[in-house]
Structures are given as C-alpha cells and as structure tokens.
C-alpha cells in the first residue's frame, strides 16, 4: 500500500512536470502552427504525461481511493514549485496562501 501511495503522488509530480513543459512550449515563439504543436517540448511532455497515467492505473490497483483527491490536490503545489524553479514564475502572496491551504487540508484529511 505504501508504494502505492508513493507511485500515485510520482504519478501527479510527473503530470505537473508535463504541464510545465507544455507551458514552456506556450511561451515559445514558433516558425509555423505545425511546429507549434510537434515539437520537442509538447511530445515530451505528453509522453511524460501518458507515464504518468500508467503510473495512475498502477497505484489506483491498490490504493485507497479516498487517497486520490489528496494526491491531485498536490498537483498545484508541484505546480507553482516547478514554475518559480523552471519558468522563474514570482510566487505572490496569494500562491503562497494556495499552498498553505492545500497543505492544510491534506494534513487534516491524513490525520
């Protein structure tokens, strides 16, 4: 059940990882709308993205279901975290609150 639980929130920490790169592709200046959506940035990530599913159908196999919620709720905090440290994204003070408040709540839902 442990590694269950660890290989879900691996699962939601390489979603996040996708989304950023699909975000850094956004940002990016292409030389046609082909090139927009078939490049390196967007294949990876979506690759990332289909791993993360498998990891998914895995850790669902034997995790409690009630644990599911918790584990997309850090979504946004791996979020936030890799877009200060990739996108060089401020973090204001309303992230900040964001995140104070998922943790919160993940805690009170795990004790």
Not at 52 to 77: G, H, T
Not at 98 to 110: D, E, K, R, S, Y
Request: glycine letters at 0%; zero cysteines.
């Amino acid at each position: 059940m442990i590694t269950a639980t660890i290989i879900l929130f691996l699962s939601v920490f390489i979603s996040a990882i996708s989304q950023i790169l699909l975000k850094k592709s956004a940002l990016k200046k292409w030389k046609n709308s082909l090139r927009e959506y078939l490049n390196l940035y967007v294949i990876t990530a979506y690759t990332i993205f289909f791993t993360a599913v498998f990891l998914d159908l895995l850790a669902l196999r034997k995790v409690n279901l009630s644990l599911v919620p918790v584990a997309e709720a850090s979504s946004y905090i791996f979020v936030i975290i890799l877009s200060r440290i990739f996108l060089k994204e401020k973090l204001s003070k309303l992230k900040a609150l964001a995140i104070l408040l998922i943790v919160t709540g993940i805690i009170i839902f795990l004790y």
